[in-house]
């Protein structure tokens, strides 16, 4: 039996996502299984608790998910998989592989550079068999001068200021930033939208 059965996660995701695709919480059931399964023996994330795990991880995810048409990123002329995005130090895979799971028009590529967790993404990709995903084992940094991304993310990171820095270079020019953090942690600049359910959480876009 899953966790939570597939009408629960859609009633806890209701205000991050009201109509969430048909194909997704069969997805978003078994990722959810997946992480606490792995997160028993190896630490993935410190929230345990299921509900929470969909609120916290799937549904800010996917709330940035239906917000990236901000950037101006839905312009005709692009070709359809031609929107890349660069998860900066994914984790255990958020936002970037609930943005995929959502927007299969887009490339994204996990940068993660602990072994267990770009293990772990790799296990998810192959289970949700999703075609569009790659991992970047190692820090984002490493990656070759000439990689760049029309749309780069970051969620919760320690030094925002180095980490929106490195960020920045990967982003192709009018690419899009975007990022999960708090009203106190967030840059100069740009544009923010307020998380549902949280205190301080906001999504914060930025166009360069």
Same mark, same amino acid.
Request: aromatic share 6%.
């Given at each position: 039996?899953?966790?939570?059965? !597939? ?14 695709? #048909? ?5 978003? +059931? ?6 606490? @399964? ?24 996917? *709330?940035?998910?239906?917000?990236? +048409? ?18 900066? %130090? ?25 072994? @267990? @967790? ?19 084992? #190692?820090?984002? !940094? ?18 925002? !200021? #180095? ?10 020019? +009018? ?10 942690? #967030?840059?100069? %600049?740009?544009? *923010? ?16």
């Amino acid at each position: 039996m899953p966790t939570l059965s !597939e009408s629960a996660i859609a009633d806890l995701l209701l205000p991050y996502l009201p109509d969430p695709p #048909a194909t997704l919480l069969p997805q978003l +059931s078994i990722y959810l299984d997946l992480l606490l @399964k792995w997160n028993a023996r190896t630490n993935l994330t410190a929230i345990r608790d299921p509900e929470e795990i969909v609120r916290r991880h799937f549904g800010e995810s996917l *709330f940035a998910a239906r917000h990236l +048409s901000l950037g101006n990123l839905e312009s005709p002329t692009l070709d359809p998989g031609s929107i890349t995005l660069l998860d900066f %130090g994914s984790g255990a895979g958020f936002p970037g592989l609930p943005i995929a799971l959502l927007r299969p028009d887009v490339q994204v590529t996990l940068a993660e550079s602990q072994n @267990k @967790k770009a293990a772990f993404l790799r296990e998810a990709i192959r289970t949700l068999n999703v075609a569009t995903v790659e991992v970047w084992a #190692a820090r984002a !940094e490493t990656m070759p001068a000439n990689r760049q991304f029309r749309i780069v993310t970051l969620r919760a990171v320690d030094n925002m !200021e #180095a980490a929106r820095s490195a960020a920045t270079v990967r982003i192709v020019p +009018s690419g899009l930033l975007a990022i999960l953090t708090t009203v106190q942690q #967030a840059p100069s %600049g740009g544009r *923010f939208l307020p998380l549902p359910n949280s205190q301080s959480g906001i999504l914060h876009l930025q166009t360069f």
